[in-house]
């Protein structure tokens, strides 16, 4: 299994951003998919996740409201619209996947890693 993160970049407080994360070698109904970032000096962080048929999401509280994660199973491909972006969501963002069938939140439980796209909110 691969993964594919892409859609990072250099945006303003307040500016929206889409990203994607291609899945490749297996069978993508059958995984999850999560959303996790890594500020600079901060430890990796659970974003958003979404199950495997795409009808449960759980996000993180910082981000409930203002990002949505959802997924194309004929495109095998999930997004994380990220709208109202603020300095605080600076960081590198990874996506993973997961043969979990209840949602999961912690990175243990995601056997599949994404390289990882930038994220740059300038305030």
């Known amino acids: 299994v691969q993964l594919q993160a892409s859609g990072g970049g250099l945006v303003q407080a307040g500016d929206s951003l889409r990203l994607s994360c291609v899945f490749s070698?297996?069978?993508?109904?059958?995984?999850?998919v999560g959303w996790f970032r890594q500020a600079p000096g901060k430890e990796r962080a659970f974003v958003a996740t979404?199950?495997?048929?795409?009808?449960?999401?759980y996000y993180q509280d910082s981000v409930k409201g203002r990002f949505t994660i959802s997924r194309d199973n004929a495109k095998n491909t999930v997004y994380l619209q990220m709208n109202s972006l603020k300095a605080e969501d600076t960081a590198v963002y990874y996506c993973?996947?997961?043969?979990?069938?209840?949602?999961?939140?912690?990175?243990?439980?995601?056997?599949?890693w994404g390289q990882g796209t930038l994220v740059t909110v300038s305030s």
């Open positions: 979404i199950n495997f048929t795409g009808g449960s999401t």
């Open positions: 993973a996947a997961t043969p979990h069938r209840p949602l999961v939140i912690t990175d243990e439980y995601y056997n599949y």
């Open positions: 070698g297996g069978t993508f109904p059958d995984y999850g």
